[in-house]
């Protein structure tokens, strides 16, 4: 195995904790060879730009051989790097510059299922005596033929498909392409640590782990209850999916999961200072399940929470709503907040409705972000603040979109490529025709048009990142909320003997709140320009104010 001689950064077994994350969707970030798909080279090309933005970490979804029906969550050879991405050494060549840089490399594990075309299935599927037969998760039909329970996919539909060579079903919790692995067989997760040692030997700093509470099932394949319309929300799949009107008991959220994942940590821990992220994708108990998987400091070292990726537009009641229901689900965990990501809708356009200063709100909303208790995920594109996509039914292609137009146009609107030159050709992604097209609006939002413009949204972000890292309180501390007022979030990050006020104005008009009490210095370099008075503080609309406790 050929593996990579680029130096790491300094060991530190805690720079998870804190982290700014910045994500890379490999199809839309750099097409180096002209097929208008973006790839390794590409990824290695743009890292200077993910430099400048100061973050600590990249994490790249899925690259491996795949046939690319979810678009390499369907992975037919975990330890390869599809074709169309280009090769290992290119791999390498990324986690090379990447360490140069001082920049991390977390790549996406998906274990929880396969493709159709992983040998392990086609060697599974083959026959009910083979040896991996027990590989996936394989059930007999009810007596009718129907499927054997009321299980969903979250892609629409049953989670059972019937194979006419075994005469059974085997489940899906996403396509019928997508087959779940059996993390119940020892084989099976002996095959999976395997492939985490493949990359830890590579020189990866971690994984993003994909849908980390489906990975078991419960062996009785009880049905699941009905969930009671009030409980219903949008948090982890739109709300024309049926998939919401269960609560998923047993088809994910299974506890032998936290023995797995304790074995997964032995493995990370025989590498030095690797992290893990987990996505946990519940819409009831996603805070709980966070909770116990970073529990105990012998699982995951943080997992990534879908609240503030729902569809309603947060507000000073509900961020702090959100924390406290961490801290009490989680008292000793840690989480990994994102706004955006490739799987929602891009959050400027998603809570955008009625702002008046689009590039005012953006800035607001990635300082709070950056200023909550836990990690941080920026998704490509979000430091230009680039809004969601709007394609025609023709240009889709993700299959979840295609299933449930034009109620829930799917995945692809946040996923079209990152603009990088406004006056090149496709916005100088690639110079042929891109897998998705480039919208005329995101060209005016180019990084080129930003790059020198001190006001511009990507230089808030660098700004603010810089100046978050120069506050330990930012980074690692405690937080406390204060009484929201007018529309105002404040809190109080400490650490050590540093204690920072955060204010941040949630609404559209200007305001001022009272000053407290005791004695604080307005800090700079944030970006932000409210005003401390004798009295009061004075916030712009979507403004914020960072003070130092004396």
């Not at 998906?110 to 037969?133: I, K, M």
């Not at 946040?414 to 110079?431: E, H, K, L, Q, V």
């Not at 210095?521 to 406790?549: C, T």
Request: proline share 7%.
């Amino acid at each position: 195995m050929t593996t990579t001689n680029a130096p790491l950064p300094a060991v530190d077994k805690d720079w998870w904790r804190g982290a700014v994350i910045y994500q890379i969707y490999p199809r839309s970030y750099q097409d180096t060879n002209g097929d208008g798909i973006g790839d390794m080279k590409g990824i290695a090309q743009r890292l200077p730009h993910v430099a400048s933005l100061g973050v600590d970490a990249i994490w790249i979804s899925p690259f491996f051989t795949s046939p690319m029906r979810d678009f390499g969550y369907d992975v037919s050879n975990y330890e390869d790097v599809d074709p169309i991405f280009g090769t290992l050494e290119d791999f390498d060549a990324v986690v090379a510059e990447a360490h140069r840089l001082g920049i991390r490399v977390m790549i996406d594990l998906v274990l929880s299922h396969t493709s159709d075309r992983h040998p392990w299935f086609v060697e599974s599927r083959s026959s009910r005596a083979n040896p991996r037969a027990d590989w996936y998760v394989w059930a007999d039909s009810r007596p009718d033929g129907t499927p054997p329970n009321n299980w969903l996919s979250i892609f629409g539909g049953s989670a059972w498909q019937w194979d006419p060579t075994r005469l059974q079903y085997y489940m899906h919790n996403f396509l019928t392409s997508q087959p779940d692995l059996n993390l119940h067989n020892p084989e099976v997760q002996d095959a999976l640590l395997s492939v985490a040692r493949f990359w830890l030997t590579r020189g990866v700093d971690g994984f993003r782990l994909d849908t980390i509470n489906f990975y078991f099932h419960d062996k009785e394949l009880r049905d699941n209850p009905p969930l009671a319309p009030e409980r219903r929300n949008a948090q982890t799949a739109p709300a024309v999916n049926p998939y919401n009107y269960q609560e998923h008991l047993y088809d994910k959220n299974r506890p032998e999961n936290l023995a797995f994942l304790k074995r997964f940590r032995a493995v990370m821990d025989e590498f030095p200072a690797i992290a893990a992220v987990g996505e946990v994708g519940d819409s009831q108990r996603g805070l709980e399940i966070a909770g116990q998987y970073t529990s105990g400091g012998d699982k995951m070292q943080m997992c990534y929470a879908f609240e503030f990726l729902a569809p309603d537009v947060p507000t000073p009641g509900s961020v702090a709503e959100v924390q406290h229901a961490l801290d009490k689900a989680a008292p000793d965990g840690w989480v990994c907040w994102a706004f955006s990501n490739h799987d929602v809708m891009r959050h400027v356009s998603r809570w955008d409705a009625g702002v008046a200063d689009h590039a005012a709100h953006a800035k607001l909303l990635a300082s709070l972000l950056m200023s909550l208790r836990g990690s941080v995920c920026i998704y490509q594109g979000e430091e230009l603040a680039l809004p969601e996509a709007e394609l025609a039914y023709e240009d889709l292609q993700d299959p979840y979109g295609i299933q449930f137009w034009p109620d829930f146009k799917g995945r692809d609107g946040c996923r079209t490529p990152m603009p990088w030159d406004s006056s090149a050709i496709n916005g100088g992604f690639s110079p042929a025709r891109p897998w998705l097209p480039v919208p005329a609006i995101h060209l005016g939002a180019a990084v080129s048009i930003q790059e020198d413009d001190p006001g511009s949204v990507l230089n808030h972000y660098r700004g603010f990142i810089a100046f978050r890292r120069q506050h330990p309180a930012l980074v690692k501390g405690e937080i406390a909320f204060g009484p929201a007022s007018d529309g105002v979030l404040s809190f109080v990050r400490s650490h050590g003997n540093e204690r920072i006020l955060c204010l941040f104005n949630m609404g559209g008009e200007a305001c001022e709140v009272e000053r407290p009490a005791a004695a604080i210095e307005a800090l700079a370099g944030h970006g932000f320009d409210g005003r401390l008075n004798e009295k009061k503080i004075a916030l712009p609309a979507w403004g914020a104010f960072f003070a130092r406790y004396a």
